[in-house]
């Protein structure tokens, strides 16, 4: 035995690393719907082979709990089983000596707690209330139910304009949502299980870049029935684009200048290039929707009015409203919201920074589309400033990563306290004081603290506050709808407002704000329920078969990721950042699809909704 | 067309031919268990897989179309090993009791596992927990279970009834009840579609032969049997009796063995429903105002069940007339009972039929209008009689034929073809005719309605009476259809006959079980045939019906007939 050996692993420990890899990115995969208590059982019997062995609780507890709940799922036990697995679990984490106890006994009083229906259902009727709704990953995780597995196959056998018809069935955005799609079905995409999830969202924009002109669906012959539409974003627009096809009347109320909501007046330009949205808002437009622009329903039109013109109104007003810091000086001059900032931009009415220190204020998207944009607009120096670490930031990563590549600055751990101004009332610098990150909140978010360290002074000329958007919903409070707090208004899962008979409601200004696809979501289901109300089952179906499927091995490959212009060029101007695939990238990255719509359970239920 | 090779052979087929398709077309079997054409091929078992040079992996023959230049081997080693192993894992979560099992001798599993030299196990059993419900007459026993999914197939695309569903997930996963439901809560119609799609023996249809043998046995009650049109041409199957000796005759013959004091025919009462549906129909046809229509025959208790859970507001358009099962048991407990001076209470009537639904219908709370008992104590199915033969050593191969009793064994043409779909629309049509007009039009003038077609319609003109648009549909999907169509004003008929089995009685839930084949066609033709070569075509001509009416019954629709033969459908409720 040499005194001091260099630490080299085994060849069993690094195969070991590498299955903790395959793990990670196999629970990555999980499908939602699992049994819940299977699911325990298993994560609990991972912990248990994790046990040093040392101390009684967790060697011997985290065994015994593993058998109860083994009974619960395969046994006969009584229903008292499940206060014998709770204080059990409870003396483990009062008791075990460290981390590897105390947490996987936590594992299970989560579960206690969380889906005891579901410990009593497995009890006393020997089954489980999970169940596998839909079979296809991507198409489960997609709030607007798009038919993705589909459309990839068109893609992959080269019918682009087949692949946007696929996609408008579900969702009449396909190309903003190539564009900016937070692509939520790529999250569980089963391909994890071999190397790593789809660009979905690339290939999607593949298809809409290659696309030469998809028909619509056909229109229903006219109802005779008028819907009103109020607030022309991405919500408001689905739920016209399928009203319309459905053969009701419909006519969309915008207050600002041009359609399009959050998708023109706030994602910026570079990431969603303006003509590209026109295009997807033209082609809804050519359904025969009438618009009106600059109008605001309260003062130019009321309410009620609407109600008595058409049979339905659906509200889809977004989340316009800026949220405000509440710190001295926040009036001063040279302070602005970057929901004002975002509005000028997408009217093209561009601010000049020129030269200028820009302070943005906030950790969100929002937060970054303004910092990238006051760059693009010729500031100096841009600080983003943020109350928690970067990691802990709400903003998707590549677009923190975008916004330092492009020059920006990050200052994390700083929370704003004042607004210094000059005589003259001008903003001319922030004042933050230093934070540390502290204890979890609820959510599992770590909170900040104020650190013992002295304020800092951020000299500014400019000042952007991005830390949230809130609501307009006085106007309609005042004519009866109930507004829940946070100021969303209250509709339930099928956008039906309570106690109001003939108005809907969907999107940011019920949800708060959230994403594109949702409110398209949101849109859909409005229009589906709509027509109901109406007194109609139209269905919104499509002609495009969609290739079979050709049985294909699984050799790992990697996943193509989308590509950008180079950071100083970019930096520059507000054209896409972002690069489409070549064919070649688009051909493999399509033909990575494991199809679930076909292999697996797809095959034998919910591979694929035809209508709706 | 593709070309490919199979085990060295050259092939072609079309394209889009699977695997399976192409290599059976070339007379190259490969062996499979969940599979079952145009309703499941999941590919769930893996016992179809074959090697493609080139894959890695094997690949399910069921659901892979063969391409240009595929070169396949359905027997290499690795697919030898690959299959033994599944069949393996499969048979250890099967209950394989196969010597007290009702499917032993007509199961896929045994089968496979015989054929594929199956004689050890290495796996631990692990044998799903199994509850046997008898209440129902469909009867699931989970442990015998394979996960094939047909059952849930059949239901959700054939029947529409969303009865069965994959239940758990994980390697829990299981099929049960849909929505977490049990079976008597639900709307299930006790088709037996299931039952008859199930390759094991996890779902088999109530067995009560012992009830029926107790009574057999019992010296102090007479036993009556009736035997249904369908059972007739479909019974012998089960002992591969050529077509010669397949005969009603050997039937009655072997019922005879077994000791029942009366082998009565379903077809007489089926002449006898024609009496009083047909007359029913002109009664409501030539008060048109007075009714709701169309007019839907009540002979098939699945569609009955069906009618009153799907769509209840028409619960009131199904003839009254209750089924010729029913009739046979009311006519046997009073105008036979006295006939040969027995006390109805010591009457014990059986019937065989090709359906498991019959079996709820005789334990109706209102079918016992003879003498306060039920009308029909036990329902047997085609297969439980055939399995009373087996019991008691009957061959029927060496049985001299007999007839049927009397008086309640004689039927007509137009009775027997009740077992095929459209035949009770024919036959109520013949004497419809005849009771309008005082003639007998042509026994074939109605042939619209019959076949195979799922959804059959034709307008018939009945002079004196005027035109007359009828319907026939069989299986449930068809019929929820035809459902929607009239309830959304998109047909108008006068008189519809629906049957909740694909092709009618021929292919009912009872009838004897064959591993990927319909019989509905096969079995029907026999029974249109055995209706042209009858002497007698018309229900209106059955000499002891009428005979019935002059001793006993008086008048189709008369008091008599209203007390014993009819019978209000909204008087019970499908959800126990």
């Known amino acids: ?173 396909p190309t903003a949502c190539a564009y900016i799609c937070e692509h939520p079905c790529e999250a569980r995409c089963r391909r994890n299980m071999v190397d790593n999830a789809l660009n979905i969202r690339g290939l999607k924009r593949y298809a809409v870049d290659h696309a030469t002109g998809a028909p619509h669906a056909k229109k229903a012959p006219e109802t005779g029935k008028s819907v009103a539409i109020i607030g022309g974003g991405p919500g408001g627009l689905s739920a016209a684009y399928y009203l319309a096809l459905m053969g009701h009347k419909v006519t969309v109320y915008e207050k600002k200048k041009q359609l399009g909501g959050m998708m023109r007046y706030g994602i910026p330009s570079y990431r969603l290039p303006r003509q590209r949205l026109d295009n997807d808002i033209n082609a809804i437009l050519s359904l025969g929707i009438e618009v009106h622009t600059q109008v605001n329903v309260g003062s130019d039109i009321t309410f009620d009015q609407l109600k008595k013109q058409y049979d339905c109104l659906y509200l889809s007003i977004g989340a316009h409203t800026d949220k405000k810091t509440g710190i001295p000086g926040e009036d001063s001059r040279g302070v602005i919201s970057a929901v004002e900032l975002l509005r000028r931009i997408g009217d093209d009415d561009m601010p000049d920074f020129t030269g200028q220190n820009v302070v943005v204020i906030g950790g969100g998207n929002v937060a970054m589309d303004v910092t990238r944009s006051a760059i693009r607009l010729g500031a100096a120096n841009v600080t983003c400033v943020y109350r928690r670490r970067q990691a802990d930031m709400t903003a998707q990563q590549e677009e923190i990563e975008g916004a330092i590549a492009e020059g920006a600055e990050v200052l994390t751990l700083q929370a704003p306290v004042r607004i210094e101004a000059d005589e003259t009332g001008q903003a001319v610098a922030l004042w933050t004081q230093p934070q540390i990150i502290g204890a979890m909140d609820s959510n599992g978010r770590p909170r900040p603290a104020t650190a013992a360290v002295e304020p800092r002074r951020i000299s500014a000329d400019s000042i952007i506050v991005a830390i949230g958007q809130g609501i307009e919903s006085l106007g309609f409070e005042q004519c009866g709808v109930k507004i829940q707090r946070g100021g969303t208004l209250l509709a339930d899962s099928s956008t039906r407002l309570p106690d109001m008979e003939g108005v809907f409601a969907g999107g940011d200004c019920v949800t708060g704000p959230a994403t594109v696809i949702r409110a398209i979501a949101a849109g859909k289901a409005a229009a589906a329920n709509i027509d109901e ?63 679930c719509d076909h292999f697996g359970y797809g095959n034998f239920k919910g591979g694929r909704v035809e209508r709706w | 067309m593709v070309n490919f090779k199979i085990n060295d052979r050259d092939l072609t087929a079309a394209e889009g031919v699977t695997i399976l398709e192409a290599a059976e077309q070339a007379g190259i079997p490969i062996p499979h268990l969940c599979f079952l054409k145009e309703i499941n091929n999941i590919a769930a078992c893996r016992m179809c897989v074959v090697e493609v040079v080139g894959k ?106 969303h009865i069965w569903d994959v239940a758990g997930t994980g390697s829990r996963t299981t099929v049960d009840v849909s929505y977490n439901r049990f079976l008597k809560n639900t709307d299930c119609t006790f088709c037996g579609q299931c039952v008859t799609h199930c390759p094991t023996g996890a779902l088999t249809v109530r067995d009560d032969t012992n009830r029926v043998l107790q009574a057999v046995g019992d010296p102090d009650i007479v036993t009556v049997v009736q035997v249904a049109p369908a059972v007739r041409v479909a019974w012998a199957e089960a002992f591969d009796l050529p077509v010669e000796q397949a005969t009603t005759g050997r039937m ?87 006939k040969i001076g027995v006390d109805p209470h010591k009457i014990y009537v059986v019937s065989i039929m090709p359906c498991s639904a019959k079996k ?217």
């Open chain 1, 1 to 173: 035995m040499s005194r001091l050996e260099v630490k080299i692993p085994g060849q069993a420990q690094a195969i070991v690393e590498q299955l903790y890899r395959n793990m990670e990115r196999r629970i990555a995969a999980s499908p939602p719907g699992l049994c819940p208590v299977d699911m325990a059982l298993n994560f609990l019997n991972l912990c248990r082979a994790q046990t040093c062995g040392k101390c009684v609780p967790c060697r011997i507890g985290l065994a015994q709990l593993s058998s109860m709940l083994t009974q619960v799922l395969d046994g006969e036990p009584e229903i008292g089983i499940l206060s014998r697995i709770e204080s059990t679990a409870q003396a483990i984490t009062e008791t075990a000596d460290c981390a590897i106890g105390i947490d996987a006994a936590n594992l299970v009083l989560m579960g206690l707690k969380g889906f005891r229906d579901d410990y009593e259902e497995h009890i006393l009727h020997h089954r489980c209330l999970g169940s596998l709704k839909n079979p296809v990953p991507c198409v489960a995780l997609c709030p607007a139910g798009v038919d993705i597995p589909g459309y990839i196959a068109l893609v992959n056998a080269g019918r682009c304009d087949d692949a946007v018809q696929l996609i408008r069935k579900d969702n009449p955005f």
């Open chain 2, 360 to 576: 709820t219908e005789c334990e109706l709370p209102t079918m016992n209008d003879a003498c306060g008992d039920p009308d029909v104590n036990a329902v047997l199915t085609t297969r439980e009689m055939c399995r009373m033969f087996c019991s008691d050593c009957i061959i029927p191969a060496d049985l001299e034929e007999a007839e049927f009793d009397s008086p309640l064994g004689t039927g007509t043409g137009a009775a027997v073809i009740f077992g095929a779909t459209g035949g009770v629309m024919d036959a109520a049509l013949r004497s419809a005719y005849y009771l309008v007009t005082g003639t007998n039009p042509d026994a074939d003038a109605f042939q619209k309605v019959r076949g195979d077609r799922p959804w059959k319609e034709a307008v018939f003109s009945i002079p004196g009476a005027g035109d007359v648009r009828v319907a026939v549909v069989s299986g449930l999907g068809n019929t929820r259809r035809l459902m929607e169509a009239i309830d959304g004003g998109e047909v108008v008929y006068d008189f519809v006959e629906v049957m909740a089995c694909p092709g009618g009685c021929a292919g009912g839930g009872g009838q004897p079980i064959h591993e990927g084949v319909e019989m509905a066609s096969h079995r029907g033709n026999q029974l249109w045939e055995m209706d042209a070569n009858a002497t007698v075509r018309f229900s209106h001509e059955n000499p002891d019906v009428y005979e019935l009416y002059r001793a006993y019954l008086k008048n189709p629709l008369g008091e008599k007939s209203h007390h014993l033969l009819h019978t209000d459908h909204t008087a019970w409720s499908v959800r126990k």
């Open chain 1, 533 to 595: 109300y109406l007194g109609f089952q139209h269905e919104i179906r499509t002609e495009v078969q969609v290739p079979a499927p050709r049985f294909a091995d699984q050799r790992p490959c990697g996943r193509v990721n989308a590509t950008e212009r180079g950071a100083s060029e970019r930096k520059g101007d507000f054209q896409c950042i972002e690069c489409g695939m070549t064919d070649e990238e688009a051909a493999q990255e399509s033909s990575r699809c494991l199809r």
């Open chain 2, 56 to 161: 890695e992996r094997l690949v399910p023959a069921c659901n892979t179309e063969v391409t240009e230049g595929m070169v396949i081997y359905t027997n290499s080693d690795r697919v030898r090993r690959a299959r033994r192993t599944n069949l393996r894992l499969i048979l250890s979560q099967h209950n394989s009791n196969c010597a007290v099992c009702i499917r032993s001798g007509n199961c896929e599993l045994q089968r496979l596992s015989r054929d594929l030299n199956i004689h050890y196990q290495p796996y631990e059993l692990q044998l799903e927990r199994s509850t046997v419900d008898l209440e129902a007459p469909v009867v699931r026993e989970a442990s015998k279970c394979i996960k094939c999914m047909r059952c849930v197939q059949i239901c959700d695309k054939v029947q529409g009834m």
């Open chain 2, 252 to 338: 009655v013959a072997a019922l005879k063995r077994i000791g029942f004091d009366y082998v009565f025919d379903t077809n007489f009462t089926a002449d006898l429903t024609i009496m009083e549906e047909g007359s029913e129909f002109l009664e409501r046809f030539t008060h048109k105002g007075k009714y709701r229509w169309p007019m839907f025959t009540s002979c098939c208790p699945g569609w009955v069940r069906f009618l009153k859970t799907q769509f209840p507001a028409y619960t009131q358009n199904l003839s009254t007339a209750k089924s010729p099962q029913q009739m046979f048991g009311a006519v046997a407990k009073s105008y036979f009972a006295e």
